[in-house]
DNA sequence: CAGATCCTGTACCGATCGGTACAGTAACGC
DNA sequence: GCGTTACTGTACCGATCGGTACAGGATCTG
């Protein structure tokens, strides 16, 4: 589905080493950024020929969306999650956090990747992405007007407070990282303490 | 000083015509992102030859740098200007908050470009960025470790705090603009309320 | 008016860009 | 063993990359 290269008429392994490639060139991407890496330089951190690289990965635009879209399938599964374990908005709200920053976490290039690079995605891509993306943030909003509505949390304009929501965590792929100071559900912890108690004492 | 090219022995409208260029590439890169944008689309964004061009930004990497650093100077000038004014910590941060989601919608080119773009600084001005950045951000956890020893904050880990707040206010240059649904004090009043007071009831 | 200085477009540089064509090899089904 | 298919490196494409050289035009100073 959100796949554009088909698995139809390939080998055992292909899929496999399509999905090294694309876990190596993120690593690539996160260091040099989309634009300003070269084919060539993709071929040398997979150590492949141009040919065999594209036999994988079909454009560089197309390996650029297969990056953000790993990345998105995990985080739209994380909201399903959420949503099919129930709970109050605030346990959700923490859940969704956890969720988010664990996969910020595992994948920090792709997450790198996709909040810098993906301007460049055009056309379909584009708007998939953007859809997906939206989907995302509609559901952290869904759940604060429903925190709103359960007289679980003050008035507040829901969207405001979603994107205070998602920004104190979407900014969290500059310095969270995997063997870090702080880990993926400690940090969560606090942000949802911080999001829903506040700082003032 | 921050300026690397020299204002000396250049006409009297050289620095005027070199803001506007500055201004004008600012919202070509953040359209197209600053390696996919090339000399010859800025030429044509600025009505120039390549000649001109060179004439006034010395190189491509320059003129990012240039960006950067009018945002960052903007950015430190309201650092200064709140430490300034004084007041309690909460006081001083809605303050700041103020201050930047103000330049934010001020410069949302610049600004995108900055947040965007800065990895792709190198040499003096990747490290001479990255200490200004260090000290805008140093200055939030500044105060709000000043909030906690003074009891007006609750005891966090100031770091973390510092890293919510800026995560907030840095992600606003997505959807933040100017004649949009919100104002610049408007959202920041918002914000120091979630960051300080919370949002559950 | 002379001379210097600032400014600007044109032509051009070697390098690299993303992508393709294709021949050759390896592995597999029969 | 044969034919087919999957795979991969090499050579090559036109276009564009960031940057420079330079000559001539414009403008200012005396």
Sequence with gaps: MAETATTAGRGANWEARRLAIIDTSAGVFAQGGYHGTGIAELCEANELGKGALYHYIGSK???????TDLVMDEVLAGVDRVIAAGGSAA?????????????????????????????ALTGDRATDFHKRRHAFESAVEQLIREGIAARELRKT??????????GMHNHAYLWLKPGGRWSAKHVAAEFARIFLDGTSR
């Design 157 to 166: 304009d829901p969207r405001l407070a979603a994107l205070s929501w998602l």
């Design 91 to 119: 346990e959700r709200l923490r859940a969704l956090g956890a969720e988010y920053l664990d996969i910020v976490v595992r994948y920090p290039d792709h997450v790198w990747v996709l909040l810098h690079e993906f301007p």
């Design 61 to 67: 635009e197309e390996l650029l969306a297969a990056i």
